[in-house]
């Protein structure tokens, strides 16, 4: 395996903080559904993209594809950009913590 996978996979890890089912079980809630840009009126990118992830979560290492290692530095820079947005109040029940966790990550989820 290559650096560049090494640091994607580590990278990813350290993005990716919910679990495929924790993941699963928060698409299918209004909130999750109602956050984020939608294609065409249809599904939202992120939430599309929690889609996949849960699909790279279930997959051994080696398994992975080309395009599921593509979409895991698209998760990982999407997480760094987004969580630099922190708001500065409560944000439990905001459109941001919402918007995130379609992309895998809880920020108020303890490590």
């Known amino acids: 395996?290559?650096?560049?996978?090494?640091?994607?996979?580590?990278?990813?890890?350290?993005?990716?903080?919910?679990?495929?089912?924790?993941?699963?079980?928060?698409?299918?809630?209004?909130?999750?559904?109602?956050v984020g840009q939608k294609k065409d009126g249809g599904e939202s990118t992120g939430h599309e993209s929690g889609r996949h992830i849960i699909a790279i979560l279930r997959k051994k290492k080696a398994d992975l594809t080309d395009g599921d290692w593509d979409h895991m530095v698209k998760v990982v820079g999407y997480v760094k950009r987004h969580s630099a947005q922190r708001p500065s109040h409560d944000v439990e029940h905001t459109r941001w913590r919402y918007s995130l966790m379609n992309w895998g990550n809880d920020p108020l989820k303890k490590k």
């Open 1 to 34: 395996m290559s650096e560049d996978r090494d640091s994607t996979w580590r990278d990813f890890g350290d993005a990716v903080n919910m679990t495929a089912s924790e993941l699963e079980s928060w698409l299918d809630t209004d909130e999750s559904k109602e």
